[in-house]
């Protein structure tokens, strides 16, 4: 039975109002809002049975964790909370307390290489023997790691909620799916957002990213963007395709047309409630009847919009397979399923493709969406929609965070899920995960209960 670990960041600071570096400083409180932020999160939580609670001793994330504790009270055995320093956010000595626009105009090659290489940044400080280089992000990863070692053998198969910072949330998620610290700017974590991990075991075993920085529960459905340089960035909304019932049935469907249920079409139309308040420039999808059915009842409410149809979004082709069950691919090809749950890069589907074919066409058709959206963007900012499958999407969230397809199972994509992908600095800069699998809409809860089915 797996572990399940809900990552939350702490409410909305004094320092985050004034722009401040926070880092290990604990001058920084709990704002109004925060507070109103961390009662949505407890009132989020509430029927989950949480075993335990883990936060950040630092009084912002402390006081967030009491208030969600207080808000699941009902529960028959309300958790303990732990506070431990292994949770204590990312430590920068030298910008904590100073402005954002302070640490840009005294450190402003220091704080370039946070921003673009945020695993090379060296900061000297004093200590007994003279001067020792410091460097903050495979700091905080370590401190990430000891956290896993030390709790995850204590709660096998049980909920645990963990409340701490951005910073440290980020390594939590990255050392958890074995993201290197160079990756650390490439997802976010909203005040009050909340993540969900599923581990199989312990720390190295395989892990799967059930969401990321879900906000809803705080009345913003999707993460706010960030400015970069003074420019919003352009924004991809990432949707899998609605329900089938070949999904229903767990029959592996692949490039075979199977479309939309009943129940299918229901969540694409609360995809479309969803999104609805969000502007939308351009709007792509897989030729394929499922997402295609998917994105034109989602554009019901962005008439104005035409839907461009994209090739190389496809799903994958599972050859032979397709039509089958587990159990009949199983008696066909034995041994082959294990090895595409274990190892998913080393399959070639029998008479179909394998995961670098679909690599190859769907971020070569992402990356073309995105110049496309660059191109019209004059400047200002641009949000696409882009419907496609499970094992496309999987492949282009590896993209996005640098990781190769031997990751594909580390993400999860419900029917009709959201997630959101920023380019801050244009097209050829960095992309940045702001939010994975949003199926809020569609349960109602924070877990994804909607992934149903084979690919």
Excluded at 23 to 45: E, F, I, N, P
Excluded at 202 to 223: F, I, K, M, Y
Excluded at 404 to 411: A, R
Aim: glycine content about 8%; proline content about 7%; hydrophobic content about 40%.
């Amino acid at each position: 039975m797996a572990t399940r670990v809900i990552l939350v960041r702490h409410g909305e600071s004094t320092y985050n109002i004034e722009q401040r570096v926070q880092g290990h400083c604990d001058q920084s409180c709990l704002t109004d809002h925060g507070r109103k932020g961390a009662q949505q999160v407890g009132q989020a939580l509430q029927g989950l049975a949480l075993e335990v609670i883990y936060s950040s001793p630092l009084q912002r994330a402390q006081e967030t964790a009491d208030i969600i504790r207080s808000q699941i009270q009902s529960l028959p055995h309300p958790p303990d909370l732990h506070l431990t320093d292994q949770l204590k956010e990312i430590h920068l000595p030298l910008w904590e307390g100073m402005l954002f626009e302070e640490v840009k105009s005294q450190y402003p090659e220091e704080y370039r290489c946070w921003q673009q290489q945020p695993h090379n940044l060296c900061m000297q400080i004093p200590s007994v023997t003279g001067v020792t280089d410091f460097y903050p992000v495979p700091a905080v990863y370590d401190q990430a790691r000891k956290f896993w070692l030390d709790v995850l053998p204590r709660h096998p198969g049980v909920t645990l909620l963990i409340v701490a910072h951005s910073g440290i949330n980020r390594a939590l998620i990255n050392t958890a799916m074995g993201l290197p610290p160079d990756r650390y700017q490439r997802m976010n974590q909203s005040n009050c957002g909340i993540s969900v991990l599923n581990f199989a075991g312990g720390l190295g075993d395989p892990v799967q990213l059930e969401s990321l920085n879900l906000t809803a529960h705080l009345g913003d459905p999707l993460p706010k963007a960030r400015p970069w340089q003074g420019k919003f960035p352009l924004r991809l909304l990432l949707v899998r395709h609605g329900e089938t019932e070949w999904n229903r049935q767990t029959r592996f469907q692949g490039q075979i047309d199977v479309p939309l249920n009943d129940n299918g079409r229901v969540q694409a139309q609360q995809a479309a409630e969803f999104l609805k308040v969000i502007p939308l420039e351009a709007a792509f999808s897989s030729p394929m009847l499922r997402p295609k059915e998917t994105a034109e009842i989602i554009l019901q409410h962005h008439p104005a919009l035409s839907l461009q149809l994209r090739d190389g979004l496809r799903e994958i082709s599972h050859g032979l397979w397709e039509g089958q069950l587990e159990s009949e691919i199983e008696q066909s090809f034995p041994g082959q399923l294990q090895q595409w749950r274990d190892a998913p890069e080393t399959v070639q589907m029998p008479e179909g493709e394998n995961l670098q074919d679909v690599w190859d066409r769907a971020i070569a058709a992402w990356q073309v969406m995105v110049n496309e959206l660059a191109a019209a963007a004059q400047d200002g900012s641009r949000t696409a929609l882009v419907v496609a499958h499970d094992a496309t999407n999987k492949v282009i969230l590896c993209h996005i965070l640098g990781v190769g397809p031997e990751s594909f199972w580390s993400f999860r994509q419900g029917n009709g899920a959201v997630s959101v992908v920023d380019y801050p600095q244009g097209p050829q800069g960095v992309p940045v995960l702001q939010a994975m699998n949003i199926t809020t809409h569609l349960a109602g809860g924070i877990l994804d209960r909607t992934a149903a089915g084979a690919l």
